[in-house]
Nanobody, 115 residues
Framework: QVQLVESGGGLVQPGGSLRLSCVAS????????MGWYRQTPGQERELVAT???????NYAEFVKGRFTISRADARNTVYLQMNSLKPEDTAVYYCFMVINSKVVWGQGTLVTVSS
């Protein structure tokens, strides 16, 4: 069984930074795309960023220039560096990976941006 474990969430002041990590473990043959979504209460989950096996990235407009997604395939890990955080970035952030041709989700990590 494959699972994803996220870390790095927490409370940060506006303008601050956080780095989220998501590590996959279990029976892994291949990992293709990786990425992050986020969700606030009462809202649908929305795409934040994705990264392909070749390193091509895609960002939601509301994070362009502030967030950076990266991956470390040797460690089955995807990262999300979040800079210049705003209160509206407050959400639960979920990572996903396409592992063995199936989409696997993390449990979510809460990011709170507040003074």
């Amino acid at each position: 069984q494959v699972q994803l474990v996220e870390s790095g969430g927490g409370l940060v002041q506006p303008g601050g930074s956080l780095r989220l990590s998501c590590v996959a473990s279990g029976w892994i043959i291949s990992i293709n795309a990786m990425g992050w979504y986020r969700q606030t209460p009462g809202q649908e989950r929305e795409l934040v960023a994705t990264i392909t096996t070749g390193g091509s990235t895609n960002y939601a407009e509301f994070v362009k220039g502030r967030f950076t997604i990266s991956r470390a395939d040797a460690r089955n890990t995807v990262y999300l560096q979040m800079n210049s955080l705003k209160p509206e970035d407050t959400a639960v952030y979920y990572c996903f990976m396409v592992i063995n041709s199936k989409v696997v989700w993390g449990q979510g990590t809460l990011v709170t941006v507040s003074s």
